[in-house]
């Protein structure tokens, strides 16, 4: 059952008059239910009460946390048939994609849960004291990862289950024993509400404290702006637009306590493909990079919308290909008539840039609400003198850049804004050639992919997902897999603290059992 309320600890209110509807790409309508704008009254109680649970849901055991992780995770399997078809009806997108959806982000929950269940990702450090040292005694210091306090979670436009109520962000907080505040995308509100229900389900079952979780509906920006500004509130997650994540970032900056905000952002995230590659392989090339670009109508923030290549016969055949291949695929539906809105803008913005050539559009008729597909050329030179053409045009469009030589090649790689990913298409005796450009790529990316595609982001402890700014506000912190936990905790140290009033982590005996440091030796040992 839908009410369309805010979920406010385990209650649902609705005190505030304004309303909103979401709507369904497919069929161009509006989805029937009726969801509430979170009034000042809601915000102010839910950071309150997530405050309040603060005190206690830091003090709750790995074990327990790891309960609720996995109880989250049952709960959203749950709701089976029900969530999916929320998920379609507010998105557009398949039933095969929601399904994967959802299995990535019951994954990304069992996995914090076995994470924290074992424990040992607090990096607890303990330096023993020798108070006979000369000519100062070394006193015993002992360190530790601590939960910031009561996060904010903004859901992604593009991701209504792995990157919002219940996603990366929020498992990750959770798990570091944050109490977590959604504001919930006004694009898939029903899904948001669903998945709401699963956490309220779960904390309740498992004994959480009222308050660990709150999720407030919003259409426009004010309850996120509230919400960020609110003294209360310790830590930030964003997933979607430089602009937004941008704003949220100033908003927190000019705080009296200024808090981070781990945005991720826009990326282009450039290709560069060598020439022996696209003379062996380019049309295989072309044909798989056809298929990336479009993916999900080329709503990724790991999308490939710039290919770098080095002129020749090879490139001119390779564009050639890709073009003809770009087309052969049926355009998808995008999420929200905004989202499509705003890609036939930034595209005619950038179809208007003097250099840049049209070599492949899907020109057929399409449904409402469906991108039709485009693949634009533009010489180095041009490339580089006009930074329009370095935007993000996010959906299915691409720009292949011809550049004179390498030289050429790594000076506009140099020129490029952060990203989450780089790619490098080569043949293996061909790559090493090519060292500085390889150089300037790592440079400028988070993530450097060989032979592959941007496209698809493994939820795995090695995966970094983020990148130089802008592609996030801190390249020193993943967005997906286990170090994500790293963004909503800081250090702590103890010294010379009685051994009984230490928390598990540090004690003598190791109660827990997990790896630490000791005098700078990694062991499981007691003291």
């Known amino acids: 059952m839908i009410t369309g309320k805010n979920y406010i600890g385990n209650q649902l209110l609705a005190t505030g008059n304004k309303t909103y509807k979401t709507f369904n790409p497919k069929l161009n309508i509006e989805n029937e239910h009726t969801f509430f704008e979170a009034s000042e009254e809601e915000i102010e109680k839910a950071v309150s009460l997530a405050t309040e649970a603060f005190e206690v849901f830091k003090k709750v055991s790995g074990a327990k946390k790891g309960e609720f992780l996995n109880a989250i995770a049952d709960e959203i399997l749950n709701l089976d048939e029900i969530l999916i078809e929320a998920y379609m009806s507010e998105t557009g997108l398949p039933e095969g994609r929601a399904k994967g959806e959802r299995g990535r982000t019951v994954g990304q929950l069992r996995t914090f849960a076995d994470l924290v269940t074992e424990g040992s990702w607090v990096e607890a450090t303990i330096d023993t004291s020798d108070l006979d040292r000369n000519p100062i005694p070394k006193q015993d210091i002992r360190k530790m990862l601590v939960p910031l306090g009561p996060v904010v979670v903004f859901g992604a436009s593009n991701f209504p289950l792995a990157y919002s109520t219940a996603g990366g962000d929020t498992a990750a907080a959770f798990a570091a024993g944050c109490p977590v505040i959604v504001k919930s995308h006004p694009m898939h509100a029903t899904t948001g509400e669903l998945v709401a229900s699963a956490i309220s389900k779960a904390a309740q079952k498992t004994g959480m404290p009222e ?20 003294p209360k509130v310790k830590a930030v997650g964003f997933t ?9 970032f100033d908003l927190a900056s000019q705080r009296p306590e200024p808090i981070p905000v781990f945005a991720e952002m826009g990326s282009v995230n450039p290709v560069v493909i060598l020439p022996k590659a696209t003379t062996l392989r380019g049309k295989e090339i072309a044909k798989t990079y056809a298929q990336s670009i479009t993916l999900g109508a080329g709503q990724f923030c790991t ?6 290549g080095i002129k020749g016969e090879s490139l001119d055949d390779f564009i050639k290909v890709l073009s003809d291949e770009i087309v ?22 950038a179809l208007q840039q003097n250099g840049l050539a049209v070599t492949a559009e ?23 003198e006009n930074k329009t053409l370095h935007e993000e045009v996010f959906g299915p469009f691409s720009m292949v850049v011809q550049c004179q030589d390498a030289k050429e090649l790594e000076t506009i790689i140099n020129n490029l804004e952060g990203q989450l990913t780089g790619t490098i298409i080569a043949e293996n005796e061909e790559i090493v050639k090519y060292n500085t450009v390889i150089e300037a790529l790592q440079n400028r990316v988070g993530r450097i992919i060989f032979n592959g595609v941007p496209t698809g982001v493994e ?48 004690k003598n005996e190791n109660p827990l059992g997990i790896s630490r440091v000791i005098d700078s030796q990694h062991t499981y040992r007691k003291i």
């Open 211 to 230: 308050g660990v979780f709150s999720n407030l509906n919003s259409a426009g920006i004010e309850v996120g702006v509230q919400l960020v500004k609110h």
């Open 240 to 248: 979607g637009s430089i602009k937004g994540g941008r704003a949220l």
């Open 303 to 308: 999308n490939p919308g710039l290919i770098l």
């Open 328 to 349: 052969k695929i049926e355009p998808s539906c995008m999420l929200h008539p905004n989202i499509i809105g705003n890609y036939d803008k930034n595209k005619t913005n």
């Open 362 to 384: 899907f020109n057929n008729d399409v449904a409402t609400n469906h991108a039709r597909q485009t693949l634009t050329t533009v010489d180095g030179k041009a490339f580089l």
């Open 459 to 506: 939820v795995c402890p090695a995966m970094l997902h983020g990148g130089p700014y802008p592609a996030s506000t801190d390249s020193r912190f993943t967005a997906v897999g286990i170090h994500a936990i790293k963004r909503w905790v800081r250090p702590f140290s103890y010294q010379s603290w009685p051994n009984d009033l230490l928390p598990d982590e540090l």
